[in-house]
């Protein structure tokens, strides 16, 4: 079937599926699937660059995860840096630390 309407094959496939009683209806309530285990993901849909989505996927295959799970961390990452409790930004830390001389 496509996504949205059958074709008139499909219905008549159908159809006679139900006469010879291979598709079979009945009255009783369904059984609803488990609730998923983890947490609810809400969808966000983002345009990139191309140059950005290339870099992205290149660090998700160095790091062995999708493209859309290097994505999340790194939100997490950021927005974890925007609680207040942090005394300074990322940005500054960052700088910080790039100024500290390599120990050998």
Known sequence: M??????????DALALAVAAGNITYTDAPAE????????????????LPT????????IARRRGVKPSTLMRQMIE?????????HPISLAEALRA???LRKVA
């Open 77 to 85: 990452q950021c927005l974890v840096t925007e609680a207040d409790d």
């Open 2 to 11: 496509s996504d949205t309407f059958a074709t008139d094959e499909q219905l």
């Open 51 to 58: 140059s950005t989505a290339e870099q992205l996927a290149t």
């Open 97 to 99: 630390l790039t100024t």
């Open 32 to 47: 609803l699937p488990p609730r998923p285990d983890g947490e609810t993901m809400a969808v966000y849909s983002v345009r």
